[in-house]
């Protein structure tokens, strides 16, 4: 045969319909053809050498065979591991990405995924949600499969792969409570994020018999984190730690710290959220709880093409994966000044 072989020629040395065909080639969308009849499309595909043209498929199919993913901030060292890893999971399923960055802007982030949407995206992996469910209803009125991931509602209307915001936040006190610290800060970001709103219900949980504890909420980025640090630190008496939403703002209040001259953890024990990559290097050393950002993007990924698939059956109840949080213990948090020395800072 000099020409390439078509789905017509497939067709035909199969014994088969081309509706039939084309119904094994997109089994993708839920599809599927009879054991027997598969295995002579099969044959008949490998003695052909035929390949399927993915433009033509899309066409004909309705699915363009990508999947969106929309995060909240293509600056904030969270996101990398997570696209990464929903990239890696739903290219070896086939599909291609496409990725859009929300800039923590809910109006933006309805304009991208309408533009997604536009595009025929097969499914959609949301990791950018600031709002409720509301302003995201007409996602959820498309019947689009759509999986959160490291963001939730406060009504379970999606798969859902997120950790376990509150008990990270729990976690994280309770390290600074079994180091001795009692007057304990938390510098807060946008409520209206529920992970945000989890951790701050966390820690007010894990304070409510201290108090001397204090909050302050501000913006999610590292010079919000550095503003909120100095707010608190200018309170007397000075909080001697302080927990952070995330690891970006954590790394805004060493920053402050060293605009006061105070060392941490010697003067201002410091604990982050998130574990991105930054906070591990040599000098920050970073005490935080692990969002497992890969692990929350590689399953949201494998749950969205288990939807679109078919895998899972129709009209299910959406799946909450909640992964339990886990602290990872560095260099930046230590026992109170008070407690060692008689409250004397030992010289460095």
Known sequence: MSSKPTINDVAARAGVSK??????LNVALGYSVAPKTRKKIEAAIRELDFHPNPIARSLTSGSSMTIGLV???IKNPFFPDLVASVQEVVEAGGYNLILGSSGRDTGREIEIIRS??????????????????RDLEFVEELGLPTVLASRDLPELIWDTVVIDNLQGAEI????????????????????TVKPFLDRLHGFEAATADLPESVTVTVGSMMEDGRLGTHE???????PTALHFANDVMALGGLV???????????????????NITAGSLPGIGLTTVDSAAAWVGARAAE???QRIRGELVEGESPQLVMRPAKLILRSSTAPPPESRNGGQVPAR
């Open 116 to 133: 997604m949407v536009q595009r025929r995206v097969d499914g959609l992996v949301l990791a950018s949600v600031q709002g409720g469910s």
């Open 303 to 305: 749950l969205l093409l």
């Open 19 to 24: 509706a039939t065909v084309s119904k094994y």
């Open 232 to 238: 608190l630190l200018a309170r007397t008496p000075r």
């Open 71 to 73: 995060i909240a901030d």
């Open 256 to 274: 402050a710290c060293a605009e006061l001259a105070l060392s941490v953890p010697w003067d201002v024990s410091i604990i982050g959220h998130d």
């Open 172 to 191: 994280a006190v309770k390290h600074l409570r079994d180091l001795g610290h009692t007057r304990i800060g938390y510098v807060g970001s946008n409520p």
